[in-house]
């Protein structure tokens, strides 16, 4: 079993960039806290895994996920990206200018997400992220499953939750909400899903070809 050490040399192994380390600065400063390092890695490695065109960000913070995904994209893909905060995606604006993104790349969506994705197109994604309200995860898997293509993948942040997941004597919502998210997927016949002991918790699930 991995060590505290070894858990965190994960974390580290592909570092941050100047650009990554500002935007995750702002998202701190606007209370916005972003993905970990190792989680960003493993968002652009999915990415780059299933050759992404279309990816569909749920949250989008200052822009530290969506850059980590726009970097594992086909260089003619299109990150959509839902939250109901402007501010923040000004600010993902503004990081995805510093990086280079063109306006091209980057459809910012304002609004709440189960509002925003029931409009999006059934089977139209190869990858899904989730990490805005985890009291709707439910919610946003069975938007996922019907947004993504046969061999999309969906992931969710914080699929860990501060240790609580793991530990039956805590019930608090967002807890509860988190841990019948796993059982959900695992349970699902349509996905074979992994838990990613990064970060907080990166649970991730690939959408099956119709038998």
């Known amino acids: 079993m991995a060590t505290p050490a070894s858990l965190e040399y994960a974390e580290d192994f592909v570092p941050e960039d100047d650009i990554l380390r500002t935007a995750r600065q702002r998202g701190i400063e606007v209370g916005a806290p972003p993905i970990l390092p190792g989680c960003g890695a493993a968002l652009c490695f999915l990415a780059t895994v299933v050759n992404a065109r279309s990816v569909v960000e749920v949250g989008t913070g200052c822009g530290v996920s969506g850059l980590w995904l ?3 994209m086909r260089p003619d893909g299109t990150l959509t990206s839902v939250d109901v905060e402007p501010e923040h995606q000004r600010m993902a604006r503004q990081t995805f200018a510093e990086a280079g993104y063109s306006g091209s790349r980057i459809r910012l969506i304002g609004g709440r997400a189960l509002d925003v994705l029931p409009r999006l197109a059934d089977g139209g994604y190869d990858m ?33 939750w501060r240790d609580r997941v ?30 990613l002991p990064l970060g907080d918790g990166l649970l991730v699930a690939v959408k099956l070809p119709a038998s």
């Open 70 to 72: 726009l970097r594992g």
């Open 166 to 195: 793991a530990d039956p004597t805590q019930r608090d919502p967002d807890t509860v909400a988190i841990r019948e998210l796993g059982r959900m997927v695992r349970a699902d016949e349509r996905l074979r899903p992994l838990m």
């Open 128 to 160: 899904v992220f989730c990490d805005a309200a985890t009291q709707e995860y439910l919610d946003y898997l069975t938007e996922s499953v019907r947004l993504l293509r046969p061999g999309g993948v969906v992931a969710f942040d914080n699929a860990l």
